[in-house]
């Protein structure tokens, strides 16, 4: 059986780090993304308004770097726990980004 953990989100880049690379030679940024919306929950609209910490690595840290705040982007990824011990504390890792605006 296949599990899958795909994640699409909406938001606007509110936290931008530094470009790092690891020993390996691999490229990490890690950024903030705000995301605003309504949502039905049983039928009853609800505003949803979260803060997602946000992972790219390699050619997507890259390019994300040059990005500015308040940048509007529409990325995909997966959610992986910040380690052994924040396990109920979630990173969307970004495998694909568009830019809306």
């Known amino acids: 059986m296949t599990k899958s953990n795909r994640v699409l989100l909406y938001g606007t ?3 931008l ?8 030679g691999i490229p990490v940024l ?8 309504e949502q039905l929950e049983n ?4 505003r949803v308004t979260l803060e997602a910490p946000a992972r ?7 390019a994300l770097s040059k990005l500015q705040i308040g940048q ?6 997966f959610l992986v726990s ?4 924040f396990r109920r504390r979630l990173v969307l890792h970004i495998e694909q ?3 809306l605006n």
């Not at 780090?17 to 390996?24: G, S």
């Not at 509007?72 to 990824?77: M, T, Y």
């Open 13 to 15: 880049l509110i936290e």
């Open 17 to 24: 780090q530094a470009l790092r690379v690891t020993p390996a």
């Open 30 to 37: 890690e950024f903030v993304l705000l995301h605003e919306s």
């Open 43 to 46: 039928e009853v609209p609800r």
């Open 56 to 62: 790219a690595t390699g050619p997507v840290a890259q």
């Open 72 to 77: 509007e982007l529409k990325v995909a990824g």
């Open 82 to 85: 910040m380690g052994q011990k």
């Open 97 to 99: 980004y568009e830019l």
